[in-house]
């Protein structure tokens, strides 16, 4: 596997890689690989001859308050995981390299962004997330980027720039990677003591509550979701929030007449953890 750092180089390699007819996939991340991360690598090598993981704490999705500086980061690591999964290449740039002096320019995304995360975070938090994703998608110049559905707005806003910008990649969305006891995969899952760990577990338990009534038969979105806010409440979690949107435009819904987003963020010790489960109008559960 190459490490990369620069615009320049990642470009020769696809260059040549294209040249010779061969299909590039790109999985765009932050680090502190998880089996989530994995994940995204293994769909992406089974799919691609060439396979790229960009690498990149991207400072303008963060907040003033939020969690840049603390972000976990060990490169080695990374790198030692991406080979193992048989990854060609893994694009780390400084951020300099990213955004030069005089970088002047902003994707914004309106409608979907200005709920759930969007609202929660501020509208930064999508800005910064379409415009690097779309410089990769420039510079990398992918036949097919994977994300995961952990990050379910994400992908949404992803596809909407992709959509709006007639941007030449396919998008596809990989479920989500959970521990053991359901807690959803996550980088920030350091922050947490032994504690916040056992707590952390209330938020899919939440959604696993909601889900169950939603197989059952219920449709009423204030009912389903009272069910998920009784188990974080007896967690001790009060939710940044906790709704049920349409999955195609994120209008919120009162009567769950088709896919639903279910979708929570929540403070749990030191960490903001956020998860979600698709509530498929089909007799069966989506990504749980
Ligand atoms: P991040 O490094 O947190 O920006 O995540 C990089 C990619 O991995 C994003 O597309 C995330 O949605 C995805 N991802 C993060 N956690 C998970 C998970 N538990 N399961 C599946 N994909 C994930």
């Known amino acids: 596997m190459r490490i990369i750092r620069t615009i ?48 990149f704490v ?40 990213i955004y030069p002096d005089g970088f002047a320019t902003s994707i914004h995304v309106s409608g979907i962004t200005e709920v ?11 800005d910064g997330v379409a415009t690097v994703v779309a410089k990769l998608f420039g510079i990398v ?6 994300f995961g559905q952990k990050d379910a707005q994400q992908v949404m806003v992803v596809r909407q720039v992709v959509r709006d910008l007639n941007l030449p ?4 969305a990989c479920p989500i990677v959970r521990e053991p006891d359901g807690l ?10 032994a504690d916040a760990r056992q707590q952390a577990t209330a938020l899919n338990r939440a959604l696993d509550a909601a889900s169950d009534l939603h197989v059952a038969g219920e449709r009423d979105a204030a009912t389903i979701l009272e069910a998920a806010r009784r188990v974080l409440l007896h967690a001790g ?24 987003l279910l979708a929570v963020a929540a403070r749990v010790g ?11 109008t089909r007799d069966e559960r989506g990504t749980r």
């Open 8 to 55: 320049d180089g990642i470009r020769t390699a696809v260059t040549e890689a294209r040249a010779a007819r061969r299909s590039v996939g790109l999985v765009p991340t932050m680090g502190a690989f998880h089996d989530g991360h994995l994940s995204l690598m293994r769909a992406a090598r089974a799919d691609n001859d060439l396979v790229v993981v960009s690498l």
């Open 58 to 97: 991207n400072p303008t999705q963060f907040g003033p308050s939020e969690d840049l500086a603390a972000y976990p980061r060990d490169e080695a690591r990374d790198a030692a995981l991406a080979e193992q999964q048989g990854v060609d290449i893994l694009f780390a740039p400084e951020p300099a390299e």
């Open 116 to 126: 759930l995360d969007g609202a929660s975070r501020g509208a930064f938090h999508f």
């Open 141 to 146: 110049a992918p036949d097919i980027a994977y």
């Open 169 to 172: 990649v396919r998008i596809e």
């Open 184 to 193: 959803a995969m996550s980088s920030r899952n350091v922050y947490l003591d």
């Open 237 to 260: 979690i009060r939710p940044d929030y906790l709704e049920l949107r349409s999955n195609d435009d994120l209008t919120p819904l009162e009567h769950v007449d088709r896919d639903a």
């Open 270 to 280: 030191a960490a903001r953890l956020i998860d979600n489960h698709i509530l498929t």
